[in-house]
Structures are given as structure tokens and as C-alpha cells.
């Protein structure tokens, strides 16, 4: 008899990590579209005049939102748009750009994701390893699925039919999310040795997750981007 599932995902407490003022809108300063708040990267300035990235959407003071990818921030800058954006956005033309922004970007967004992940695994959410994986998506008692970057396709497709015979999907081709993040980084940031596969038992957990892991996903431009058969 498979367990319960998981609460449906709903918007976490403040006090989970989720921000706290989910829901509310900002505008790209680039695009002057409008998009959710944990949609965006927020840029804040330094004392020194250091535009810089807050990942987490926390430093004090005056911040500008970009809902652009890698790419389209590195043409904004290479024109200048970028910026005149944030001169008015700062109300300051006193600004120092790094040149290396759009990769300072990637590796705050990175760095969120990994220790939002850590403070999972503390809490006892985090399950790892292929053969718990499966036993416990079979179950029902898997909220999320994810693969690292370089996973490969076998264990991927493995792992993905446990989950979907959990949930009572099979054949709805629902797969885990392939992260942008290496076995290696994984291992790391998470002490353990080769961390390939993980999964969230708890749906809050999985919401958690999926701000800063949607945030990045973006920058990147591989928004939705999930293991391929």
C-alpha cells in the first residue's frame, strides 16, 4: 500500500525560507516587463559603487531586478543598455560594472540554490542515494526529483519510473529535473561523495527549492529543463 502524498505545494511561511513578500511584482529594469518577484535577479550596489548580485533578494538598500538570461545580460552590457538602466534605476551614474558580472551572477545564483539544498539536508528533507531514492518514490514519499548535470540517462530513467509509479503516473512521461549543477558541485556543497541523484520528501521543501533553482534557470536560459530520455 504506497503512503499519502505529499502536501500540494503552496506558498511556504516566511520562516521556511520562502520570500516574504512572494507574490508581489518587480520590473526588469532592461526589458520593462513585469514578472513575480522570486521570477528575478535582484542587483544591489556596494558602498563603494560595486553594482553586485544579491541572489538571495536580501541586501538593504535600493536594488534593480533583471529577468534576462546570461547571454542577453552580456549584450546589454556590451551596449551600454545595461548601463543606463541602472544609472536610473540608482538615480546614480556613479556605478562600477564589473566586467564579470553576468558570471558573478551565475555563481551567487548557484551558490543559493546549493545551500538552500544544505539546509534541506539538515532538516532531515534530503534524500540521497539511488537505491533509498527509489524505494521511497515508489512509496509516494518523493516531492521532487532531480539529476545531476552529468547523470546518466540509465539511472535517470530508473529513478524516473519509481516516481511516477509513486505518484500513479506511469506513462505520464513525468521525469526528474536535471540541475545545472554537476555531481561534483553537489558532492561538495553537500559533504557527501558522489551525489548524482537527490530527491525532497516534502512538497514545501520542493517550493523552497524551486526560487532560487528557477532563478538560475533563467539566467541560464534553460528555464523548465528536465532529464531527457
Known sequence: MRNPRNDALGSPKTETGASPEKGSERRCVLTGQTSA??????????PDGDVLPDALAKAPGRGAWIGVSK?????AMASSKLKGALSRAFKTGALNIPEDLPTRIESALKKAVLE??????????????????ANE????????LYHASDAKEDGCRKLDQAWRVGLDEEGSGRKGERLPLDREALSVALGRENVVHLAL?????AQRIAIPL????????????????
Open 37 to 46: 518577484r522570486d521570477d528575478l535577479v535582484r542587483l544591489a550596489v556596494s
Open 71 to 75: 547571454a542577453e545580460l552580456a549584450d
Open 116 to 133: 538552500r539544498l544544505g539546509l534541506e539536508m539538515r532538516s532531515g528533507r534530503l534524500i540521497l542515494g539511488s537505491d533509498r531514492i
Open 137 to 144: 518514490a515508489r512509496m509516494g514519499a518523493v516531492a521532487a
Open 201 to 205: 520528501a516534502d512538497a514545501r521543501s
Open 214 to 229: 528557477g532563478r538560475l534557470q533563467t539566467f541560464l536560459g534553460a528555464a523548465d529543463t528536465v532529464a531527457e530520455t
